[in-house]
């Protein structure tokens, strides 16, 4: 049981380059999210989906697109990337009660 | 969901316990207290939830105020590996459209001496 897991662990971006920050978890949760943080902050919600199919937007969700199409699998893209998005970003799924999380992407676009 | 209040930094000396207190006098009825806590750069570990009964696991007890507008969690023995971001977080349980949301403030630094 691999848990969260998130690839890639590091990235430098271009401005205006795209990518996609993958995203599985083995434990048939319905429920996954992606988080951004940046420095000194807490986590803040970008993207998130209660099941296959279906997304929803969090409290960042601008430059980022999601999709969903297996209970496994939630990947994070990004459109054009900006200095802006330079954060660490974190998936996580969650059982009936807790959150379980990625190790995180770190992510610098100069 | 209801805000909480976290000191910035606490310290605390090997061995002994360390009790991070934790305000939401907004909290409702039917919202539970969670904790979680961030070491370094890791990804955020679930601690302990309650509703209103005090809980205890593993890792830590969670001691809620009768009127449920403060709480404290408790770490009974702590060790230098527990010196991390601890973030008190009030949210709704599984259902409902909050369904799953974590809302992180700043959290309090807990520090472990030896």
């Known amino acids: 049981n691999a848990g969260v897991t998130q690839t890639p662990k590091f990235q430098v971006l271009k401005t205006g380059q795209s990518m996609t920050l993958q995203c599985a978890q083995d434990m048939n949760h319905e429920y996954m999210s992606w988080y951004r943080q940046d420095p000194g902050m807490g986590l803040r919600l970008i993207h998130y989906?209660?099941?296959?199919?279906?997304?929803d937007q969090g409290e960042v969700p601008n430059g980022y697109n999601v999709s969903r199409s297996t209970t496994e699998d939630f990947p994070l893209r990004l459109l054009s990337a900006a200095p802006s998005q330079t954060s660490v970003y974190f998936c996580?799924?969650?059982?009936?009660?807790?959150?379980?999380f990625g190790p995180g992407t770190r992510l610098t676009v100069t | 969901d209801a805000k909480t209040t976290q000191p910035p930094s606490m310290d605390c000396a090997e061995g002994r316990a360390a009790n991070l207190p934790c305000n939401h006098s907004?909290?409702?009825?039917?919202?539970?207290v969670y904790w979680y806590r961030q070491i370094h750069s890791q990804g955020p570990q679930y601690i302990i939830h309650?509703?209103?009964n005090n809980e205890t696991n593993e890792m830590a007890s969670l001691i809620i105020t009768e009127d449920r507008k403060s709480s404290t969690l408790i770490l009974p023995h702590a060790t230098l590996r527990d010196t991390a971001v601890y973030y008190c977080i009030v949210r709704l349980g599984a259902g409902g459209t909050s369904y799953g949301k974590l809302t992180f403030g700043q959290g309090t630094i807990l520090t472990v001496h030896p």
């Open positions: 989906s209660v099941g296959a199919g279906i997304t």
């Open positions: 309650g509703l209103k």
């Open positions: 907004t909290i409702s009825g039917n919202e539970y």
């Open positions: 996580a799924s969650a059982g009936r009660y807790e959150q379980y």
